[in-house]
């Protein structure tokens, strides 16, 4: 966990219940930053001075704006389910909706600085050619080949598209908002708790990180909280597209 900002903020936070909102939540507050929580489920959050738990439905601008409403910033780890990569026919248009209501709940409310963590399907692999527009790598990734500790497990049967299809359109909605002070961090092909990580932080730019032999690099669950926190604190990129991954000890 990094140090404590000098100035704490009041922080807006979008799924703070889920796989990385847990994460940044608890890295937030550690900072000292008062966090409003956005959830569904606000019975599934820890009691902590800081934080002010507010249900909210992301599907619904008006709702979004009225909780981010007074906030420095925003921090989105929004994710409507179907982690599993099983088929859901609503999926791909919960993540669109859910995204584009984001970014115009955010305005009306009058805010501009928001952090999103999106997917890795926009990071290219090849001049032109981003990971979800590959899709012959991107299903063999999701069906073999992951590291242990790697979140999501792959599901049985044929793998579903629709998250990193949809994910990218996100990225595409973030890309043509001028009105936003908006940073989208796509983390590396392999997002887990690895329990190695030396909590060294990578960054790169717009494509895919890689490994020195070549595999695409893994990302502990906790380094990219630490990356969004850092974000806000001291803004780096804004409205830019980028990418973390986190050092791992040297195999013997």
């Known amino acids: 966990m990094s140090t404590a900002s000098q100035t704490p903020l009041r922080l807006a936070l979008i799924g703070a219940t889920g796989f990385v909102g ?5 890295e937030a507050l550690g900072r000292g930053h008062a966090v409003t929580a956005i959830v569904r489920h606000p019975d599934r959050l820890p009691e902590h001075e800081l934080l002010t738990p507010r249900e909210a439905d992301v599907q619904d601008l008006r709702q979004v704006a009225e909780a981010v409403r007074g906030h420095d910033a925003v921090l989105s780890c929004f994710h409507p389910g179907g982690h599993d990569g099983g088929a859901d026919p609503t999926l791909y248009r919960d993540v669109v909706e859910g995204t584009r209501s984001i970014i115009e709940g955010v305005k009306a409310a009058g805010l501009s600085r928001i952090v999103y963590v999106g997917g890795c399907g926009s990071l290219y692999v090849r001049p032109g050619v981003m990971l979800v ?10 069906k073999q080949g992951r590291p242990e500790g790697t979140y999501p497990a792959p599901a049985a049967g044929k793998p579903s598209f629709d998250i990193p299809l949809a994910a990218r359109m996100g990225f595409y ?12 961090i796509s983390p590396s092909r392999f997002l887990g708790e690895f329990g190695d990580a030396t909590g060294d932080i990578r960054y790169g730019d717009d494509r895919l990180l890689l490994e020195p032999d070549g595999s695409p690099a893994r990302l502990e669950v906790a ?12 803004p780096r990129h804004i409205r830019c597209h980028y990418t973390v991954a986190s050092s791992f000890p040297a195999s013997a």
Do not use: I, P, S
């Open 173 to 184: 909605l973030f890309e043509r908002e001028d009105r936003l002070e908006w940073t989208f």
């Open 133 to 142: 527009d590959d899709l012959a790598v991107l299903g063999a990734n999701m």
């Open 22 to 26: 847990r994460q940044v939540l608890d």
């Open 223 to 234: 380094d990219l909280a630490v990356a969004m926190v850092d974000e806000v604190e001291e």
